[in-house]
């Protein structure tokens, strides 16, 4: 009787080992596909952060271009009623007024008639 209660003891025993190693093993897995998910959410967190920083790079470079593009027409402005404004006080015409704009973080300045 003592001998069959003993197996009894090392058979349930036996049982709740396995059933906790059983529990860890399922645990551990869980624990790495939460892992694996949350690198997999980080790595994508970083394509975006590369796309964007590329993108505003493009974007600040087409910013400066079209500023200079625009500083450029601005000087042709200016060239061109300078001559204007030449040929008409040569015959007795207006002053020169100065315009202030603020353009991309520049006061662009422009001489026109009145």
Known sequence: ?????????EALCYS?????????REEEEKRKEIA??????????QAQIEQQGERNMKLCQENTELAEKLKSIIDQYELREEKQNMKKTDK?????????Y????????IRSSR
Do not use: C, D, K, Y
Request: proline share 2%; hydrophobic share 35%; no cysteine.
């Open 92 to 100: 007795g015409g207006p002053s020169l007024h100065w315009n202030r």
């Open 16 to 24: 709740e080992t396995e059933e906790t190693i059983q529990r860890a």
């Open 36 to 45: 694996n998910h949350f690198q997999g959410t980080l790595s994508e967190i």
């Open 102 to 109: 603020f353009f991309a973080g520049t006061v662009l300045t």
């Open 1 to 9: 009787m003592q001998t069959r209660i003993i197996l009894q003891r």
